[in-house]
């Protein structure tokens, strides 16, 4: 019998050529992949379509985490979505076991932001502010 790993406990990694202490995100969505399908129909076949592959498509990565003002992924976005100066970097989501050891490991290939995003500021609340990026990506691979 396997035994079905949690996914509260992961690590994100930014390639970003220095290491960085900023990667501690609390949700990670978007890992998804399908194959996109061209339908072709033959003359005088009026049953069905032909439905064949044309490639993958892959969702756009979104990351969420506790607002961090001074931030080397913050500024790579910002640099992106103010200067319009994009440096797609390489990043590695792993999920972890009890002893921090990755239990998978998913390769995001060419990653650059599309979006950034922080909650609402609200003083009926006691809640935390929130930061979201959203990252377009060429190609993502389970590694190992």
């Known amino acids: 019998m396997h035994n079905i790993p949690a996914g509260f406990h992961f ?4 390639k970003l050529g220095e ?18 399908v061209e339908e072709l129909r033959e003359g005088g076949l009026n049953q069905y379509a032909h439905k064949l592959p044309t490639g993958a498509k892959y969702g756009n990565l ?12 913050t500024d790579w976005c910002r640099n992106a979505l103010e200067n319009f ?16 050891e990755p239990l998978a490991v998913w390769e995001f290939m060419g990653a650059w932001p599309v979006k950034w995003s922080v909650s609402d500021f609200k003083a009926q609340e006691n809640a935390l502010v929130i930061e979201s ?12």
């Not at 690590?11 to 930014?14: A, D, I, L, P």
């Not at 440096?87 to 076991?97: A, Q």
């Open 85 to 100: 100066s994009f440096d797609p970097v390489d990043v590695g989501i792993s999920l972890l076991n009890e002893k921090h």
């Open 19 to 36: 290491p960085t202490a900023d990667n501690r995100f609390q949700e990670v969505t978007g890992l998804t992949a399908e194959v996109t």
């Open 11 to 14: 690590k994100v990694e930014f």
């Open 62 to 73: 979104l990351l969420k985490r506790g607002f961090i003002s001074d931030s080397s992924i």
């Open 133 to 144: 990026l959203e990252l377009a990506y060429r190609m993502f691979r389970k590694v190992g």
